[in-house]
């Protein structure tokens, strides 16, 4: 992963996600985003946007971590965030 790309995420994640500066996710996040996961389906752009609001409000403490996994030729394979604080546990 380049420099720049990870000044990206370091960004994303400080900003965005422990400042909880929820403007920024236009920055970071395009109209068309769908987030898939097993629990909560599919969340387009503004439903996922409106979960972190909701997240932010109820958990207000900022210690959001990342973790990144390359896969072949250095790409991104999977990204994860988590708040152990909220569930005690990483889901990267």
Avoid at 35 to 52: N, V, Y
Wanted: aromatic share 10%; with cysteine; net charge positive.
């Amino acid at each position: 992963m380049s420099e720049a790309n990870k000044t990206i995420i370091r960004r994303l994640l400080q900003e965005c996600f422990n400042q909880h500066k929820i403007d920024l996710y236009p920055e970071f996040y395009s109209g068309t985003f769908v987030q898939r996961t097993p629990a909560m389906g599919e969340l387009g752009s503004d439903a996922h946007r409106q979960l972190l609001i909701s997240l932010f409000a109820h958990f207000p403490t900022p210690s959001g971590r990342l973790s990144i996994k390359l896969g072949r030729a250095r790409r991104l394979s999977r990204a994860g965030l988590s708040w152990p604080h909220i569930w005690g546990r990483s889901w990267a």
